[in-house]
């Protein structure tokens, strides 16, 4: 699964990539290290709007959701949601069947390596795009307390290519990376279930991927991880006879 990501840019180059403005008040700054499970907001593009990012909260709430409290339990199970089933499952199921299809930029994103029990963090990024595009959904919950609609969103997984399944080895699993065609696809056409599925089976191209060991200041309780340093490389001499861990 994919819980940890980065958008280490300039809101100047987010907008020139994707051809959208930003919201004057998101006072966008670069993003070296998120958690999912603080929820934090994101520059979206949606299908619905491809024009203008939106800053919408990580973690799906899906339409049906009664109460806060509700909420606030079901957004730590809808961080991320698997490609093959979001037509079946009615967290995500909605959002699907109605189009409600989002681009979500990133930088890269970090994965584990477990050997036995040992974890070592990985940063993975795309090789010919500085900024990439992962498959996602959205959606509005309206807040019964406050009347409020609070768009929400999830990241969408596959199964891993070579390079993340030898990084990933637990879940092998890996983010919904989509190339510049299907990207505009995912944003722009009108594909019914068939179509979607397909597209977002194709697992992005190993050899069009960077990897790197880093330190574990990742998950330092004492530390910030949101800086520069965290995607710093860091070599381990248990990984030194693992090649395939390395682009």
């Not at 995912?186 to 179509?195: G, S």
């Amino acid at each position: 699964m994919c819980f940890h990501k980065s958008l280490a840019i300039k809101a100047a180059e987010l907008e020139a990539r994707y051809g959208a403005s930003l919201p004057e008040s998101a006072e966008f700054q670069p993003i070296y290290h998120a958690n999912a499970y603080q929820f934090p907001t994101w520059p979206i593009v949606t299908k619905q709007d491809p024009k203008h990012f939106q800053m919408i909260h990580w973690g799906l709430i899906p339409r049906w959701t009664k109460s806060s409290d509700d909420a606030s339990d079901i957004r730590t199970k809808t961080i991320n949601a698997r490609s093959e089933t979001i037509y079946e499952k009615p967290s995500f199921r909605g959002a699907a069947q109605a189009g409600k299809r989002c681009l979500i930029p990133v930088t890269g994103f970090y994965e584990w390596y477990t050997s036995g029990s040992k974890k070592f963090p990985f940063y993975i990024s795309t090789s010919d795009q500085k900024i990439a595009s992962i498959a996602g959904l959205w959606d509005e919950w309206p807040d019964p307390e406050t009347g409020e609609l609070v768009p929400t969103y999830t990241l969408l997984t596959t199964e891993a290519n070579p390079l993340l399944a030898a990084i990933h080895n637990t879940k092998k699993r890996m983010p919904c990376v989509l190339t510049p065609d299907e990207e505009k696809a995912w944003l722009y056409e009108d594909l019914n279930e068939a179509e979607a599925l397909a597209l977002l089976a194709k697992q992005y191209p190993a050899k069009k991927m960077h990897s790197y060991s880093i330190s574990k200041r990742i998950t330092s309780r004492t530390e910030p991880s949101d800086v520069p340093q965290v995607m710093a490389p860091m070599e381990y001499p248990e990984l030194k006879n693992h090649p395939a861990l390395f682009t």
